[in-house]
């Protein structure tokens, strides 16, 4: 008998282990014990044999309607030791385990048996029952207590202002604005077609000045992830009118220079209110060519920068 408890002690273990318990219980237990069977363990002592058993942690109280009760009442005649379990509850039913011994303890052990596989059992049902719930599909989302309906990821139309800093503009940090027209391409792909305009940047040689400025036009896809955030990488090209004008000299003139260039760009942007979009614009133009504006015998005033970067933040709002 000894061994048989043994055996079923550690088939339980193992069993307990592999199930991967996620379902919390209430455990309430109870004991009963004869003059004869005054040995055998009180309600504490078999709580815990059982939690060893399951391998988990119980609740000791069980105020709510699915907690589980279990009534055991021990008793001894003559050389046989005897118990009987009521299980209320879920389950309710009834069982009864006698092991002839000068001790109760494997009796103790084989009442924890018991009570870890019910609860094993119930435990399988109740998942099998949370599997088996239908799932509903949410269509709305709740933002600021209002029922609002998940955008559909279509295409959309906005603008955008942005405003920054430009550096590599010859050696000098300067303001640069912008003006966007763009279309999101189901939420994914962004294309953009932009005004640019740096501020004039004027560098002074001799007893004169000259100013150099920027007006140009681009065009940018960028790869966007993210719902309510997005992100991603972008490219584009620009076509502009480098501009340089000096005063000051015996003879002040001005030229305009054809200005082109590639960029690699990040954009981060957040959409809230549902239309609007708040973000920041980072990006480096590498112009096509090397540009100088130069004073006449006094040599070069403004020379291109092989890398402009810039940092930038925009609003934009969506029309549709």
């Known amino acids: 008998m000894l061994a048989l408890f043994r055996f079923a002690t ?19 237990i109870a004991t009963e014990r004869s003059e004869a069977a005054a040995d055998c363990a009180d309600e504490a002592r078999l709580f815990a044999k059982v939690e ?31 118990a009987d379990l009521e299980f209320q509850g879920p389950k309710p039913g009834e069982r009864s385990l006698r092991d002839r011994s000068s001790h109760c303890e494997i009796l103790e052990d084989a009442v924890a048996v018991a009570i870890a596989l ?37 295409n959309s139309v906005y603008v955008a202002g942005e405003a920054g800093v430009q550096a590599g503009f010859d050696s000098k940090i300067v303001p640069r604005l ?21 501020a004039p940047a004027t560098s002074r040689i001799a007893a004169g000045e000259v100013s150099v400025s920027l007006v140009a036009g681009a065009l940018r896809a960028c790869r966007l992830w ?21 005063r000051g000299f015996d003879e002040s003139l001005s030229s305009s220079l054809l200005w082109t260039a ?17 973000g ?17 015998n006094l040599g070069t005033v403004w020379n291109s920068s092989a890398i402009w970067p810039f940092l930038g933040v925009r609003l934009g709002v969506r029309f549709q």
């Not at 069980?62 to 008793?75: K, L």
């Not at 480096?284 to 004073?295: G, Y």
């Open 10 to 28: 550690v088939l339980v273990f193992s069993f307990v282990t592999a199930s991967g318990w996620a379902t919390r219980l209430s455990l309430v």
């Open 52 to 82: 060893k058993i399951s391998q988990r942690s119980l609740e000791p109280e069980g105020p709510a309607p699915d907690a589980i009760r279990v009534v055991i009442r021990f008793d001894r005649s003559d050389d046989e030791y005897r």
């Open 118 to 154: 019910l609860l094993d059992s119930e435990v399988e049902r109740r998942e099998r029952e949370l599997r088996e719930a239908p799932r509903a599909v949410p269509t709305i989302s709740i933002i600021r207590s209002e029922v609002v309906p998940k955008r559909s990821k279509t």
């Open 178 to 198: 912008a003006g966007a027209l763009g279309m999101h391409k189901r939420e994914k792909w962004l294309f953009e077609l932009s005004a640019e305009l740096i």
């Open 226 to 246: 993210g719902d309510e955030w997005q992100w991603g990488p972008c490219a584009g090209f620009a076509v502009g009118r480098l501009h340089g004008s000096g």
């Open 262 to 278: 590639f960029s690699g760009e990040l954009l981060v942007q957040r959409t809230f209110a549902d239309r609007w979009q708040l």
């Open 280 to 296: 920041a614009h980072a990006a480096a133009w590498v112009p096509l060519k090397e540009q100088r504006f130069s004073v006449q």
